[in-house]
């Protein structure tokens, strides 16, 4: 089955250490993203890439990196840098071909720091 | 700048009755628009799409939604809804932004359903 997969689905990790957040997919899409989401406000997107090697930064990159070595893989780590990283972050692909703004989405994973 | 505007942040409705779910954006041009469907602790699911033509466009489960350019609105409507339609509802515009294609989302509207 053709798909996304975000793990783990639940990931704690205590202040100040650094944690990544696992993408992959079989879609063959070029264009993969990183959003946050909070309640109440939606989506924030926090990184894409169209290419691999190339990747630009969303809304709120601050205290995030990534890295797009694979067409499949794009994985998110979350620094200590990051003020409230406590959220549920979502896991996105698109391809040329359907338009790039047709997004499938992954099922998620929730991150909880203390 | 781009926005979207959803805002209803939870609605409530008996199954078997109609759903209209508002959404109204600000873009300088015609827009790709979508809606996109999330149940509790799940990622998002494409409902429907909009990029020209026919202003009335239908999704999966049932679900329609009518392009209004001089309203700048995307509603999204169902005739009768299930029990298992209650979920988190996203809208979102698709914004070109030299060369890098992305989409921004509204708030959402939480829906649910009481028997």
């Known amino acids: 089955d053709g798909g996304i997969t975000q793990s783990p689905k639940y990931l704690f990790r205590k202040e100040g250490q650094n944690v990544t957040l696992s993408c992959e997919q079989n879609?063959?899409?070029?264009?993969m993203y990183w959003y946050r989401q909070d309640p109440g406000q939606g989506l924030r997107l926090i990184y894409y890439?169209?290419?691999?090697?190339?990747?630009q930064k969303g809304d709120i990159a601050e205290g995030y990196s990534v890295s797009r070595e694979k067409k499949e893989s794009f994985p998110l780590t979350v620094t200590s840098a990051q003020k409230n990283p406590t959220a549920f972050y979502l896991c996105?692909?698109?391809?040329?071909?359907?338009?790039?703004?047709?997004?499938?989405f992954g099922p998620g994973t929730r991150l909880t720091v203390t | 700048a781009q926005s979207v505007t959803q805002p209803d942040i939870h609605i409530t409705v008996s199954e078997g009755a109609s759903l209209e779910l508002r959404c109204n954006y600000s873009?300088?041009?015609?827009?790709?628009l979508f809606w996109y469907v999330q149940s509790p602790g799940q990622g998002l699911q494409l409902l429907l799409k909009y990029f020209s033509g026919d202003t009335l466009v239908q999704g999966i489960k049932g679900f329609e939604a009518e392009f209004k350019r001089s309203q700048s609105s995307f509603n999204l409507r169902k005739p009768s809804v299930h029990w298992s339609d209650a979920a988190e509802y996203f809208c979102?515009?698709?914004?070109?932004?030299?060369?890098?294609?992305?989409?921004?989302f509204g708030t959402g509207t939480r829906l649910t359903i009481i028997p």
């Open positions: 890439s169209q290419i691999v090697n190339d990747f």
């Open positions: 996105a692909s698109s391809s040329l071909g359907t338009g790039w703004y047709e997004q499938y």
């Open positions: 879609l063959n899409h070029d264009a």
């Open positions: 873009y300088g041009a015609t827009p790709y």
């Open positions: 979102a515009v698709g914004l070109t932004n030299f060369g890098n294609e992305k989409l921004t």
